[in-house]
């Protein structure tokens, strides 16, 4: 039986592997289908669905939307996106100028407590569109500003450390709109990981359309509480490893499977979302 994973990030965001090194991890891993979801873009869309369909696997082209509810950091997944939809395209685009100014912004308080690191070491290392505070990490780390990742975080970078700058985030309400007007599926990422429990009635009211039990972060514990929480508001259930490639540690990718049945029950939704579309044109 095929199984899934529902949430990787490639070069286009923060993670480390190319569009063809994650499809080829994932056939090797026996995986019969992949959604990208790197954060607010879907640039590297096109080119993984390509190795995909060589590979003979299954893609679905997505993305991990930062967004917030009631000052609550919650990340939305949007699957079977149509990335070259206009109003999500120039969405995105603001996004990534957000993105953009804040490493200026996180440079200059780094440059600030007096340690030497150029915004355009930054933007190099990252060559990418939609960057963030790994790549911060990783050029301190290649410029040996610093010792590890880990520590950047720790010392400079994570909420509350002298190099943390708020990002502006785009409303969950209009993050699930937003999906939904791209023809995706909006599902909660990570509950476990933002703590966003006491919203979720509100994101379900909002159209919220599934959410991610299975998660490298997430305990057994944890994942049995989002299956009861996915039935309780019949939300699809999903699933993935959050990998980042060697952006942090060893590569995630093979640590969530996601089973098949909730994978032909996405399918299922996908369908059932386009013939509602279709019959109100
Ligand atoms: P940003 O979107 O710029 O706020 O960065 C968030 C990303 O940083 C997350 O998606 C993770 O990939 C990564 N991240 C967050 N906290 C840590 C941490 N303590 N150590 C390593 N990576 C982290
Ligand atoms: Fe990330
Ligand atoms: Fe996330
Ligand atoms: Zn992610």
Same mark, same amino acid.
């Given at each position: 039986m095929k199984f899934a994973d529902l949430h990787l990030h490639t070069q286009f965001s923060d993670g480390t592997f190319t569009p063809e090194e994650l499809a080829e991890r994932a056939y090797k891993l026996g995986f019969g289908t992949i959604a990208l979801t790197d954060h607010d873009t879907v640039e590297g869309c096109a080119r993984t669905a390509i190795a995909c369909a060589a590979a003979g696997m299954d893609f679905i082209p997505g993305s991990e939307l930062t967004a917030e509810h009631e000052d609550t950091e919650v990340h939305i997944l949007g699957y079977f996106l149509d990335t070259e939809n206009p109003t999500l395209l120039a969405r995105l685009a603001k996004f990534q100028a957000v993105r953009q100014n804040r490493i200026h912004e996180m440079v200059a308080a780094l440059n600030k407590l007096g340690i030497p690191l150029k915004a355009e070491s930054v933007f190099a290392l990252a060559n990418c569109k939609s960057p963030g505070r790994p790549h911060v990490a990783r050029t301190l780390v290649k410029e040996k500003l610093i010792g590890n990742l880990d520590e950047a975080f720790e010392k400079y970078l994570k909420k509350g450390r002298p190099a943390w700058v708020p990002k502006t985030k785009m409303s969950a309400l209009e993050a699930v709109e937003l999906i939904h007007q791209s023809g995706g599926l909006a599902v909660i990422a990570h509950p476990g990981l933002n703590r966003t429990d006491d919203i979720i009635p509100d994101l379900v009211d909002a $159209?919220?359309? $599934?959410?991610?039990?299975? *998660?490298?972060? *997430?305990?057994t514990v944890m994942s049995e509480r989002y299956l009861e929480i996915a039935e309780k508001y019949e939300l699809l259930v999903t699933g993935g490893s959050d990998c980042h490639g060697f952006s942090k540690k060893a590569p995630l990718i093979g640590t969530v499977k996601l089973p098949h049945e909730h994978i032909e029950k996405l399918y299922a939704a996908k369908k059932a979302a386009d013939a509602k579309r279709a019959a109100r044109k």
């Open positions: $159209g919220m359309d $599934g959410i991610e039990c299975f *998660h490298t972060k *997430h305990s």
